[in-house]
Nanobody, 115 residues
Framework: QVQLVESGGGLVQPGGSLRLSCAAS????????MGWYRQAPGKQRELVAD???????KYADSVKGRFTISRDNAKNTVYLQMNSLKPEDTAVYYC?????????WGQGTQVTVSS
């Protein structure tokens, strides 16, 4: 079955960096669009960034210029490089794989930005 396993979350000070990874298995990774979403307490889940199977990416306005999404199809892994982190980036970050009629989620990884 399809599994998405996120890693790389943690506690970081404002202005710091983290790199999230999402390792996929049980699927043909290269044909899926991959996305990172986040959900802060009391808020709806929101799209942070996504990348198509062809490598085109888009970002939420709140993270443009600070976050970078990338994928390595040889490793079945998608990454989210997060720089200049702010307290408002604190959330559980989820990996998503999607294509028409199919969508899969990871279990999430906590990112906390605090001094």
């Amino acid at each position: 079955q399809v599994q998405l396993v996120e890693s790389g979350g943690g506690l970081v000070q404002p202005g710091g960096s983290l790199r999230l990874s999402c390792a996929a298995s049980g699927m043909i990774f290269s044909i899926y669009a991959m996305g990172w979403y986040r959900q802060a307490p009391g808020k709806q889940r929101e799209l942070v960034a996504d990348i198509t199977s062809g490598g085109s990416s888009k970002y939420a306005d709140s993270v443009k210029g600070r976050f970078t999404i990338s994928r390595d199809n040889a490793k079945n892994t998608v990454y989210l490089q997060m720089n200049s982190l702010k307290p408002e980036d604190t959330a559980v970050y989820y990996c998503n794989a999607n294509r028409p009629l199919q969508s899969y989620w990871g279990q999430g990884t906590q990112v906390t930005v605090s001094s």
